[in-house]
């Protein structure tokens, strides 16, 4: 997961004494540390570590988001950096790179722990278990009607932290209960989006709370009072990366919040996408009353999770947060993956935008996706979840570290696929080229190569000479030999357009003659 240079500083903190110039970041933007070097283009999601005893040379005269230092930077380098650690000459670079790195771990290893019980249907109890050391204070859950949902152990210690979460205390004082709960400071905060800090309780601890919505109602609230460690903004932008878990489970406790007519509409494209509704008109009418219009333009995203089990367990709270997460898009379960349908209005829209929208949540549930073009027109719906699912399935053959596999990046290899569908590659190949690979094998002579340089080079004499480490005559000398021998002539764009496509074939599933 992403920590930020502010949860690096608290982890350092009590074992080297650094000083800090720029001021520490609360977002959760790095990924992981690494060495400085001569080579290095520095990424906003790394923190780079340099030994300035015997690399002063090789700072480059770019931008850092995060950089340590060991020995004292000049103020040049403070001013290329938004935040600098500064580490005495005296520190081990291997030990401190080591803390460093042992910092990334350690909330890494929570963030799994998270994903685990996810995946293994575990408990909301389970999720603030894991999470007590992490923020080193008791935590728990209550309703609307400050009834506990789930609490640690160690949260009941004392009577100030039982107004929220022990019902024997709310049944002894149900007068200042319900005069808290018609607060207006207290009704108020309930619309607040993300972490935030309040003094609760009769003696005014200072808590980080974050509110959980349903369908845009308050339904539940995170609670961690200050009791054993000082909370800091930091820990805010990690309780929002708790709560999207402890949303998930939520949502199957909760009453399903999907009404009947977004539940219709969600079977509808379902219906639509597995051939069961094709009238047309019956189809603009349903999408006109979803307020879509059938003219808008469309993507299709087929979300695949890591296994069967995780999809049976919370299939359900994915969709919902999928929907809650991508604008104007309808999210729903079909066959044994997750569709999401977007409306994206125009045709020029920047898909990646949409994509960035879902892709943190998307890898912290462990899922992979295909993504389609975007069509205009309702009518393409169908061809969009094809498109997705295409690219899901040769994207992940292709590239199986990737996340996400769009088709527009899948498709020219979809083409070649296609082509061999029913016949075989010697068979659908130009037989002029089919000749050259042939002749090549037998007399060991490079002809093949030759012409597949010259058509990628665009029939650059130059370029092609280059990237064949040959000289100009050379080249022109096999060029006028595969003219004689296989009559090849480079000038009619169609057929040279049907050689390309013939090299690209041979290339991509690494045909060879049996010598």
């Not at 152990?153 to 009577?159: C, K, P, Y």
């Not at 974050?210 to 909370?231: D, S």
Request: glycine share 4%; net charge negative; aromatic share 12%.
């Amino acid at each position: 997961m992403f920590i930020s240079i502010a949860l690096i500083c608290k982890r350092l903190s009590g074992v080297f004494s650094y000083i800090v110039h720029g001021i520490p970041e609360d977002e959760l933007n790095l990924l992981s540390a690494e060495f400085l070097t001569p080579s290095t283009i520095p990424q906003n999601d790394i923190i780079y570590v340099v030994d300035l005893r015997k690399n002063e040379d090789i700072i480059p005269l770019i931008r850092f988001k995060a950089l340590i230092t060991i020995g004292k930077p000049d103020k040049q380098l403070i001013q290329q950096c938004d935040c600098l650690l500064e580490f005495s000459e005296t520190e081990s670079v291997q030990d401190i790179f080591n803390a460093v790195s042992a910092a990334f771990c350690y909330y890494n290893r929570w963030d799994s722990q998270l994903q685990q019980i996810i995946k293994t249907q575990g408990s909301i109890q389970n999720l603030l278990d894991c999470s007590v050391d992490i923020f080193g204070n008791p935590i728990g859950i209550h309703n609307t009607a400050l009834e506990c949902i789930a609490e640690t152990n160690v949260i009941t210690e004392t009577d100030d932290l039982k107004l929220y979460l022990n019902k024997s205390y709310q049944r002894a004082d149900t007068d200042y209960l319900k005069g808290f709960l018609e607060d207006k400071d207290y009704q108020s905060s309930l619309n607040i989006k993300g972490a935030f800090f309040q003094q609760l309780g009769p003696a005014g601890n200072n808590s980080l709370v974050q509110n959980l919505f349903v369908n845009g109602e308050f339904y539940y609230r995170i609670v961690i009072t200050e009791r054993k460690t000082k909370l800091s903004p930091a820990d805010a932008k990690l309780l929002e990366h708790l709560s999207e878990y402890i949303q998930i489970l939520l949502c199957s406790y909760c009453i399903d919040e999907l009404n009947s007519d977004t539940h219709s509409f969600a079977l509808f494209l379902s219906n639509i996408i597995s051939g069961k509704i094709r009238e047309g008109a019956y189809i603009s009418k349903k999408i006109h009353e979803h307020g879509w219009r059938s003219s808008d333009c469309y993507a299709c995203v087929v979300f695949l999770l890591s296994s069967r089990e995780a999809f049976t367990s919370t299939s359900d709270a994915i969709c919902k947060q999928l929907k809650k997460l991508i604008p104007n898009s309808e999210a729903f379960k079909h066959d044994d993956r997750i569709v999401a349908v977007i409306n994206a209005g125009q045709a020029n829209t920047d898909l990646s935008e949409i994509l960035q929208s879902f892709t943190p949540y998307m890898r912290d549930m462990n899922m992979r996706a295909g993504v389609s073009n975007i069509l205009c027109d309702i009518k393409n719906l169908v061809n969009i979840y094809k498109q997705a699912n295409i690219a899901l399935k040769t994207g992940m053959r292709l590239w199986s570290h990737f996340w996400i596999y769009r088709f527009s990046r899948v498709a020219p290899y979809y083409v070649l696929e296609q082509s061999i569908s029913e016949l075989s590659v010697e068979a659908v190949c130009a037989p002029k080229i089919m000749e050259l690979l042939r002749y090549d094998a037998i007399h060991k002579t490079e002809y093949y190569h030759t012409v597949k340089a010259y058509l990628e080079c665009n029939l650059n004499l130059a370029r092609t000479s280059e990237v064949l480490f040959i000289h100009r005559t050379t080249l022109l000398y096999r060029l006028e030999r595969i003219k004689q021998i296989f009559d090849i002539d480079f000038k009619d764009p169609l057929e040279r357009m049907y050689f390309q496509l013939s090299i690209n074939l041979i290339s991509y599933t690494a045909f060879e003659f049996d010598n």
